[in-house]
């Protein structure tokens, strides 16, 4: 009964954002994703059988499947593999996975998971489902379950923040678990919360994404002056940081090198124009322009891919999404390369990640300055658990 009335549901849903898909599709991160989410354009679910089909939600969550990938890969097992998204970035870093991983024995297919109420015409001849850490979607359960696959959620976590939303719902979370077959938390309070909404089979594993630390190509040489990097910047935030770090910038020598790093490509132009306005007079370069841009006082970090690249060089990096109410971001690459990490103080979506990580400070905007003042005397972070890998490893044999 249940079924019924929420495939009823989103099937008006789905009715209404076709009416609005012309539209939304003109934008470029939309132009892909949305007529293969909501019209299966060029999405078809593939045909052979899928041993492993894995689902997750954006860039983060889809490079933490690395290291299971590989295993995989390594076993030798012939094995068909499907990835899911549902963001543009995502999809991109599943292709690079691809390319990665894929061999004459591991074929890895990369789709966009198609809106709800498609799944069921969709969905093909699957093994097991896994989804990672909070893409709590019925029917994707649901559907997988019907085609007679074993079902579970990886890395699973519930944020302190948004926890209390997911008990008032409770009722409805309870009927997605019960289609999932196991679970693996991160944390003991990610598998308390859970039980708490009506999981079942709940263990706790550890992070994934200790499992997948970035290395550096050694893309650049550390530049001769400290380098300061403002880490997955956010609308609001930069605003914030500009007017504290201003006032360094005022004197005849600027104390160090900033570079600028936002989170969202679309927002380069917007960031570069308001580093133009906040710092008037400054020495400043775009990475996309190329040449010696670190050389520079201010620069725009526009490029794709190679922020890791930047923290393996950086003297401080201050990891942003968390001086505005975003959540933060992951800490854990930053910890990779034993950098010095401030963060502001709103990382609710992260607590279990600095869990993991000791040596970095949470602080205010304005008492950032004070913190620069002495870059050399900051302390390096570092990695403090590491996650049980033979559970997540079981899973695939």
């Not at 495939?7 to 007529?35: D, G």
């Not at 970035?214 to 880490?231: E, H, M, N």
């Not at 992951?330 to 502001?344: K, T, W």
């Not at 279990?352 to 990580?357: E, G």
Request: glycine share 4%; net charge positive.
């Amino acid at each position: 009964m249940f079924s019924a009335f929420y495939f009823a549901f989103v099937w008006v849903v789905q009715v209404f954002a076709l009416l609005a898909l012309p539209l939304l599709a003109l934008k470029a991160k939309y132009k892909h994703s949305l007529p293969a989410r909501f019209a299966l354009w060029r999405n078809a679910f593939p045909r052979e059988r899928i041993d492993f089909w894995f689902h997750a939600c954006s860039l983060g969550e889809v490079s933490s499947l690395l290291p299971l990938l590989s295993f995989v890969r390594d076993s030798g097992r012939d094995t068909n593999i499907l990835l899911t998204t549902i963001t543009k970035t995502g999809y991109d870093k599943a292709l690079s996975l691809q390319q990665a991983c894929g061999s004459e024995r591991l074929h890895v297919s990369v789709r966009y998971l198609p809106f709800e109420p498609l799944l069921p015409l969709w969905v093909g001849d699957v093994r097991k489902l896994l989804v990672l850490e909070a893409e709590l979607w019925y029917a994707l359960f649901a559907v997988a379950k019907k085609r007679g696959a074993e079902t579970l959620l990886l890395n699973a976590r519930i944020s302190s923040r948004s926890y209390p939303k997911y008990l008032r719902f409770a009722w409805f979370y309870a009927q997605i678990f019960a289609h999932i077959d196991r679970i693996l938390a991160q944390s003991d309070s990610d598998k308390e919360c859970l039980q708490t909404l009506g999981a079942q089979n709940v263990v706790v594993a550890g992070n994934l994404k200790i499992l997948n630390l970035p290395s550096s190509k050694q893309l650049f040489a550390r530049p001769a002056r400290a380098l300061v990097v403002l880490a997955s910047t956010h609308n609001g935030e930069e605003s914030l940081l500009f007017d504290a770090l201003r006032p360094l910038y005022e004197k005849a020598t600027p104390p160090f090198i900033l570079l600028v790093a936002p989170r969202h490509p679309e927002r380069f132009d917007s960031v570069w124009e308001l580093m133009c306005a906040h710092f008037v007079g400054q020495k400043m370069s775009r990475r996309s322009a190329g040449g010696a841009f670190l050389e520079s006082d201010i620069v725009l970090a526009d490029s794709l891919g190679e922020l890791v690249e930047f923290y393996a060089i950086a003297s401080v990096v201050v990891l942003c999404g968390s001086f505005v109410p975003v959540g933060g971001h992951n800490p854990l690459e930053v910890a990779a390369f034993s950098v010095p990490l401030l963060s502001g103080e709103e990382i609710f979506n992260q607590i279990p990640l600095f869990d993991l990580v000791e040596g970095y400070a949470l602080i205010k905007p304005h008492e950032l300055p004070e913190k620069l003042a002495n870059i050399a005397a900051l302390p390096p972070t570092r990695l403090r658990k590491t996650p049980d890998k033979e559970q997540f490893f079981a899973l695939l044999k």
